[in-house]
């Protein structure tokens, strides 16, 4: 299931002394549409992480969520 986009920003980080990167977060309507999910991805040189957040856990328990696509368990 694709979820839906509510948001998308790009925070600019100044680094941990390998150059500067950024921080993008998009904010998406989760499939019940009561809550949200948050995938937030670091790319910033030598710190390169991304993670996606269900708000709710009603949908948190019944899906896998991975950036912007929810996948039934
Ligand atoms: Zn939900």
Redesign the pocket.
């Known amino acids: 299931m694709e979820l839906k986009v509510l948001n998308k920003e790009t925070d600019y980080h100044s680094g941990y002394g390998a150059g500067s990167g950024e921080i993008i977060r998009v904010t998406y309507a989760?499939?019940?549409g009561?809550?949200e999910v948050v995938f937030e991805k670091d790319d910033i040189p030598g710190f390169r992480d991304s993670s996606t957040i269900c708000e709710?856990q009603?949908?948190s328990s019944k899906y896998d969520f991975n950036r912007g696509t929810a996948t039934i368990k």
């Open positions: 989760c499939p019940c009561k809550s709710c009603e949908c």
